[in-house]
């Protein structure tokens, strides 16, 4: 036993940190509720709408203050307490979801409300991401972040397969104001934890907020252009592949298979990637991590042609969990990167700029989608896309060479990374 216990804790080693376990515990239950509240609204709002283009406009209304704020977030946490921005981004999130639940309730809830409060959250979201992805390198030492992104992505995708089966449930019973009602408790964990955690102030000068500080981060950004590669090809990706606002019109009207089939469809993604990120926190290091993401991306592509051709729910539940598996393996190659060769004093912008990339592009993409399923349906929508990415890995492979070669060895300026 004492053995078995020695061996999780190699395997585990962020979890010896205090305050990423009490973080980590927290986001756990937070997310769960969060991820209820999305697949909840885009059912809703299918339920009111009963089109295609609503829900296109509904990844529209989520990534323009996304693409308005992110960088003023990234700026923010860089110049701020970010254990303190959070504690703001996480109560305004939770008034938003209580707010959802009394309109639902008292039969108020309309498309432009849901359309409103989604911009707000979105608009939270900016600050939040840039706040929590910059604080989590200060809560363990160096070389266990990779395991923390590990960690933190496998508590995302718990979450993910937890909150839509969850939602689907409740959806069915009738019971969608609870579903938000849920969700704004379920911040009380993360909220939580951001008090109780003692994160060290950051080493190093911190950051201003102007317009220098502003492009500072872009110009860092443009003097690497294998991260670079990486973000594009992700929003590239994304924007294409985008299948998860259709799932309503897949539920409904390709696979017939209602509210709890719906469920079961949008934990699919998470059950993959739950796989994926238990193989990837078990290896020590990830080795030839340029290849692997191009893979990633192409398998990622590959599945979505699937999903769009497949009219057998067992199959669609497949490869709709295989985007999944392929996203996360390029997610974890990508964060870690982008946290271990940037400086602690930039870590907030760059989040932000990462930001632009990989929820800009499925947000983009969701509008995409929308607009292309109500000309040619959302089976095709969804093949198209999924052709699209394959394209996009194509060509970013052949005009990033770099990016084929890149081991994980060496920093992208070339120079060994200490162990």
């Not at 964990?189 to 955690?197: K, Q, S």
């Not at 924007?239 to 079961?264: M, Q, R």
């Not at 599945?303 to 729910?313: E, K, M």
Request: hydrophobic share 55%; glycine share 10%.
């Amino acid at each position: 036993m004492p053995e078995e216990r020695l061996d999780r804790a190699a395997r585990l080693p962020a979890l010896r940190s205090r305050d990423f376990r009490l973080l980590w515990l927290g986001q756990m239950v937070s997310l769960a509720g969060s991820q209820m509240q999305h697949w909840t609204l885009n059912w809703q709002l299918y339920e009111l709408t009963g089109s295609a283009m609503a829900l296109g406009l509904l990844g529209l209304v989520r990534v323009l203050p996304m693409v308005v704020l992110s960088l003023a977030g990234g700026a923010v946490a860089d110049a701020l307490d970010r254990r303190k921005m959070m504690l703001a981004t996480q109560g305004a999130m939770m008034a938003i979801a209580a707010a959802l639940g009394l309109l639902t309730w008292n039969g108020t809830l309309t498309s432009a409300l849901i359309y409103t409060l989604s911009a707000v959250a979105a608009g939270a979201l900016a600050f939040d991401g840039p706040a929590r992805q910059s604080l989590l390198p200060n809560l363990v030492p160096r070389e266990h972040f990779a395991n923390a992104v590990s960690l933190f992505s496998m508590v995302r995708q718990v979450a993910q397969i937890v909150g839509p089966s969850i939602a689907g449930i409740l959806i069915a019973a009738n019971g969608v104001a609870l579903v938000y009602a849920l969700n704004a408790v379920s911040f009380l964990g993360v909220l939580a934890a951001l008090v109780l955690i003692r994160a060290p102030a950051a080493a190093g000068p911190r950051g201003r907020m102007d317009l220098e500080a502003l492009t500072e981060g872009v110009r860092f950004l443009r003097g690497q252009p294998l991260l670079f590669a990486t973000m594009l090809l992700d929003f590239l990706a994304t924007f294409f592949a985008s299948a998860n606002t259709l799932l309503p019109i897949f539920a409904k009207e390709v696979l017939h298979v209602g509210p709890k089939g719906y469920g079961v469809l949008a934990a699919a993604p998470a059950v993959g990637s739950l796989v994926a990120n238990g193989v990837l926190v078990s290896l020590p290091r990830l080795r030839r991590q340029g290849p692997l993401i191009l893979t990633a991306v192409a398998l990622f592509g590959l599945a979505t042609v699937v999903f769009g051709l497949s009219r057998w729910y067992p199959l669609s539940v497949l490869a709709f969990g295989a985007t999944g598996a392929a996203d996360t393996v390029s997610t974890v190659v990508r964060q870690t990167m982008r946290q271990l060769l940037t400086p602690d004093h930039l870590r907030g912008r760059m989040t932000a700029l990462g930001m632009l990339f990989f929820m800009g592009g499925p947000q983009l993409g969701e509008l995409e989608a929308g607009l292309v399923a109500a000309w040619l349906g959302a089976p095709a929508s969804v093949l198209l896309g999924g052709l699209g990415c394959l394209a996009s890995v194509a060509w970013v492979a052949a005009r990033f060479p770099g990016l084929r070669a890149y081991d994980g060895v060496e920093t992208i300026e070339g120079h060994k990374r200490s162990d």
